[in-house]
């Protein structure tokens, strides 16, 4: 079975740009979730979709957006980029919402300049 | 609100010999537990978890953890280390908000020989 598949996985960005990064989950995880990585911050958790709808949305302004299609693949979308969005972004995927359970991708590296 | 502290940003240790990495974790809900490692470059692959019933959890590679609920800890523990070993160690808490996890500050084990 195929794992989570993120693409691209390395990306150069300048300042006020935007970027889209897309998440094919594993076949039959209808939920798909967003986090970034930073050596600073760690770990943060940006939103989490299910069945196409956004479920749960962390701490990130309104220039962190994401959607999800029938087929259950993922984009989500930084706009006006800063600096501080160089960070690694990780999809993952679950099959039972109810645990927290994850499967990850091996993530998309955003560098800004 | 919850939350996780991972004690040791560090962790050296020479191969064989056991290794504890500390998870303490706050909430006011019962909770979910889970370690997850990180590779260099590559995204998180979940190590063992702790959902209900026997707290004492361990995974194929021979880690185990400890959920121990009056001293809210799930520390992972490995009686003798392998170079392979080395990566970085991720304590996460879930409360059944679907693909919503909070993670600790990460723990990188290094592996000497």
């Known amino acids: 079975k195929a794992g989570v598949t993120q693409t691209p996985r390395y990306l150069i960005k300048t300042r006020g740009q935007q970027v889209t990064l897309s998440c094919s989950p594993i076949?039959?995880?209808?939920?798909v979730s967003w986090y970034q990585q930073t050596p600073g911050q760690g770990l943060q958790f940006l939103f989490e979709?299910?069945?196409?709808?956004?479920?749960n949305k962390g701490n990130f302004p309104g220039r962190f957006s994401g959607r999800q299609f029938s087929n259950s693949r993922s984009e989500m979308n930084v706009s006006t980029l800063e600096l501080g969005d160089s960070a690694l972004y990780l999809c993952?995927?679950?099959?039972?919402?109810?645990?927290?359970?994850?499967?990850f991708g091996e993530g998309s590296r955003l560098t800004v300049l | 609100a919850q939350s996780v502290t991972q004690l040791d940003s560090q962790v050296p240790v020479f191969e064989e010999a056991p290794v504890e990495l500390r998870c303490n974790y706050s909430?006011?809900?019962?909770?979910?537990l889970f370690w997850y490692v990180q590779y260099p470059n590559q995204g998180l692959q979940l190590l063992l978890k702790?959902?209900?019933?026997?707290?004492l959890v361990k995974s194929i590679n021979g880690f185990e953890a400890e959920f121990n609920k009056s001293q809210t800890s799930f520390h992972l523990r490995k009686p003798s280390v392998h170079i392979s070993d080395t990566a970085e160690y991720f304590c996460?808490?879930?409360?059944?908000?679907?693909?919503?996890?909070?993670f600790g500050q990460g723990t990188e084990l290094s592996v000497k020989p």
């Open positions: 993952a995927s679950s099959l039972d919402t109810s645990t927290g359970e994850l499967f």
């Open positions: 076949s039959g995880h209808r939920s």
């Open positions: 979709y299910f069945s196409e709808t956004q479920r």
């Open positions: 909430s006011s809900v019962s909770v979910y």
């Open positions: 702790y959902l209900s019933g026997s707290t």
């Open positions: 996460a808490v879930s409360n059944n908000q679907g693909g919503k996890l909070i």
